[in-house]
Protein backbone atom coordinates (compact mmCIF):
# COMPACT_ATOMS: atom_id res chain seq x y z
CA UNK A 1 0.00 0.00 0.00
CA UNK A 2 1.47 3.37 -0.81
CA UNK A 3 -0.23 6.49 1.07
CA UNK A 4 1.46 9.36 -1.18
CA UNK A 5 1.82 12.51 0.00
CA UNK A 6 2.39 15.87 -2.19
CA UNK A 7 4.06 19.22 -0.25
CA UNK A 8 6.00 22.10 -2.32
CA UNK A 9 3.30 23.88 -3.72
CA UNK A 10 2.70 27.50 -3.18
CA UNK A 11 2.38 31.12 -5.32
CA UNK A 12 4.94 32.08 -7.39
CA UNK A 13 5.42 34.39 -10.58
CA UNK A 14 5.73 33.48 -14.71
CA UNK A 15 8.65 32.31 -14.93
CA UNK A 16 9.59 31.32 -11.46
CA UNK A 17 10.36 28.00 -10.38
CA UNK A 18 8.99 25.36 -8.08
CA UNK A 19 9.85 21.94 -6.47
CA UNK A 20 6.55 19.77 -5.49
CA UNK A 21 7.82 16.38 -3.39
CA UNK A 22 5.95 13.20 -3.25
CA UNK A 23 6.91 11.13 0.18
CA UNK A 24 5.40 7.96 0.40
CA UNK A 25 4.36 7.54 3.85
CA UNK A 26 4.41 3.41 3.85
CA UNK A 27 7.87 3.35 2.40
CA UNK A 28 7.04 1.11 -0.40
CA UNK A 29 6.84 3.55 -3.00
CA UNK A 30 10.24 2.17 -4.13
CA UNK A 31 8.28 -0.55 -6.41
CA UNK A 32 5.78 1.71 -7.83
CA UNK A 33 6.10 4.05 -10.91
CA UNK A 34 5.62 7.18 -10.42
CA UNK A 35 3.57 10.31 -11.90
CA UNK A 36 2.76 13.67 -11.44
CA UNK A 37 -1.19 14.77 -12.79
CA UNK A 38 -2.94 18.17 -12.69
CA UNK A 39 -6.00 19.33 -12.44
CA UNK A 40 -7.18 22.95 -13.30
CA UNK A 41 -10.58 24.72 -12.10
CA UNK A 42 -13.34 23.79 -14.45
CA UNK A 43 -11.38 20.75 -16.31
CA UNK A 44 -10.06 17.39 -16.16
CA UNK A 45 -7.05 16.09 -14.45
CA UNK A 46 -4.40 15.43 -17.22
CA UNK A 47 -1.01 14.10 -16.77
CA UNK A 48 1.60 16.17 -16.57
CA UNK A 49 5.32 13.81 -16.17
CA UNK A 50 6.15 9.87 -15.47
CA UNK A 51 8.85 8.18 -13.94
CA UNK A 52 9.56 4.00 -14.19
CA UNK A 53 10.45 2.56 -10.54
CA UNK A 54 13.93 2.44 -11.43
CA UNK A 55 14.36 6.04 -12.41
CA UNK A 56 15.25 5.27 -15.88
CA UNK A 57 12.42 6.23 -17.75
CA UNK A 58 10.14 8.98 -17.83
CA UNK A 59 7.80 10.79 -20.14
CA UNK A 60 6.39 14.20 -19.90
CA UNK A 61 3.52 16.00 -21.63
CA UNK A 62 4.51 18.51 -24.04
CA UNK A 63 2.95 21.59 -21.95
CA UNK A 64 5.83 21.03 -20.04
CA UNK A 65 8.40 19.04 -22.06
CA UNK A 66 11.89 21.06 -21.59
CA UNK A 67 10.03 23.00 -18.14
CA UNK A 68 9.71 20.50 -15.87
CA UNK A 69 11.79 17.02 -14.68
CA UNK A 70 10.79 14.23 -13.16
CA UNK A 71 12.67 12.61 -11.02
CA UNK A 72 13.10 9.90 -7.96
CA UNK A 73 15.08 8.93 -4.43
CA UNK A 74 13.96 5.24 -4.14
CA UNK A 75 16.57 5.59 -0.75
CA UNK A 76 14.21 7.75 0.53
CA UNK A 77 10.69 6.72 -1.04
CA UNK A 78 10.08 10.20 -3.08
CA UNK A 79 9.76 11.36 -6.21
CA UNK A 80 9.80 15.14 -7.19
CA UNK A 81 8.36 17.19 -10.02
CA UNK A 82 10.99 20.36 -10.70
CA UNK A 83 9.04 22.99 -12.66
CA UNK A 84 11.02 25.75 -14.12
CA UNK A 85 9.84 28.90 -16.14
CA UNK A 86 6.32 28.70 -14.95
CA UNK A 87 3.02 30.23 -16.71
CA UNK A 88 -0.39 31.13 -15.67
CA UNK A 89 -1.57 28.10 -17.33
CA UNK A 90 0.24 25.64 -15.26
CA UNK A 91 -1.97 27.16 -12.44
CA UNK A 92 -3.54 23.77 -10.79
CA UNK A 93 -3.92 21.50 -8.06
CA UNK A 94 -0.69 18.92 -8.71
CA UNK A 95 -1.47 14.93 -7.95
CA UNK A 96 1.18 12.52 -6.80
CA UNK A 97 0.63 8.87 -8.33
CA UNK A 98 1.80 5.24 -7.67
CA UNK A 99 1.16 2.81 -10.07
CA UNK A 100 2.09 0.03 -12.38
CA UNK A 101 3.81 2.38 -15.51
CA UNK A 102 6.65 0.29 -17.30
CA UNK A 103 7.81 2.77 -20.07
CA UNK A 104 5.98 -0.29 -22.98
CA UNK A 105 3.48 2.63 -24.10
CA UNK A 106 3.04 6.28 -23.25
CA UNK A 107 1.66 6.61 -19.33
CA UNK A 108 -2.19 7.25 -18.56
CA UNK A 109 -4.51 7.69 -15.65
CA UNK A 110 -5.32 3.94 -15.55
CA UNK A 111 -1.65 3.39 -14.77
CA UNK A 112 -2.10 4.12 -11.04
CA UNK A 113 -3.86 2.74 -8.54
CA UNK A 114 -2.45 5.06 -5.77
CA UNK A 115 -2.97 9.18 -5.10
CA UNK A 116 -1.81 11.48 -2.68
CA UNK A 117 -4.64 14.32 -1.80
CA UNK A 118 -3.21 17.13 -3.79
CA UNK A 119 -1.33 20.65 -4.24
CA UNK A 120 -2.01 23.60 -5.05
CA UNK A 121 0.60 25.39 -7.46
CA UNK A 122 -0.48 29.64 -9.02
CA UNK A 123 1.20 31.26 -11.25
CA UNK A 124 0.85 34.81 -11.24
CA UNK A 125 1.51 37.36 -13.84
Known amino acids: QVTPVESGGGLVQAGGSLRLSCVDS????????GGWFRQASGKEREFVAA????????YYADSVKGRFTISRDNAENTVYLQMNSLKPEDTAVYYC??????????????????WGQGTQVTVSL
Open 51 to 58: ITRDGINT
Open 97 to 114: AAGQWAATAPPSYSHYSY
Open 26 to 33: GRTFRVYA
